[in-house]
Nanobody, 119 residues
C-alpha cells in the first residue's frame, strides 16, 4: 500500500517561510523513485508545478516560484522537502506531493496540504 505523508502546511504572513515535507512508503518504491516534487492548486486554477527533483538531483522549478523555493530529497528516507521563502498571498493554494516510481513510471499523489499566505 502506497502512502505519501505530507506535513508543514499552514498559515504564514507575506514575506515569511514554510517548509513542506513528504515521506513516501510502499513496496512499489523498493524498486526506486524516479522523481519527487510538489504541485499546487489554487481555487479556480489549474494544478501547476512548484518544484521537482529527480533521483540524480536534477531540479525543475515552476516559473512563479523561481528564486524563492529550494527542493531537496533524502533518497534513504524517500522524503522530499520544499523550503519556501518570501511567500506571497498568491502562493496560497493546496500543495500536493507528487512521486513517480521507477516501476512503470507510476504517478502517486498526496492528499494535499493547505498553505495560506496572509497580506
Amino acid at each position: 500500500q502506497v502512502q505519501l505523508v505530507e506535513s508543514g502546511g499552514g498559515l504564514v504572513q507575506a514575506g515569511g517561510s514554510l517548509r513542506l515535507s513528504c515521506a513516501a512508503s510502499g513496496s512499489v518504491f523498493i524498486f526506486g523513485i524516479r522523481s519527487m516534487g510538489w504541485y499546487r492548486q489554487a481555487p479556480g486554477k489549474q494544478r501547476e508545478l512548484v518544484a521537482e527533483i529527480t533521483r540524480d538531483e536534477i531540479r525543475n522549478n515552476g516559473d512563479s516560484v523561481k528564486g524563492r523555493v529550494t527542493i531537496t530529497r533524502d533518497n534513504a528516507k524517500n522524503t522530499v522537502y520544499l523550503q519556501m521563502n518570501s511567500l506571497k498571498p498568491e502562493d496560497t493554494a493546496v500543495y500536493y506531493c507528487n512521486v513517480v516510481a521507477d516501476v512503470a513510471e507510476e504517478v502517486y499523489w498526496g492528499q494535499g496540504t493547505q498553505v495560506t499566505v496572509s497580506s
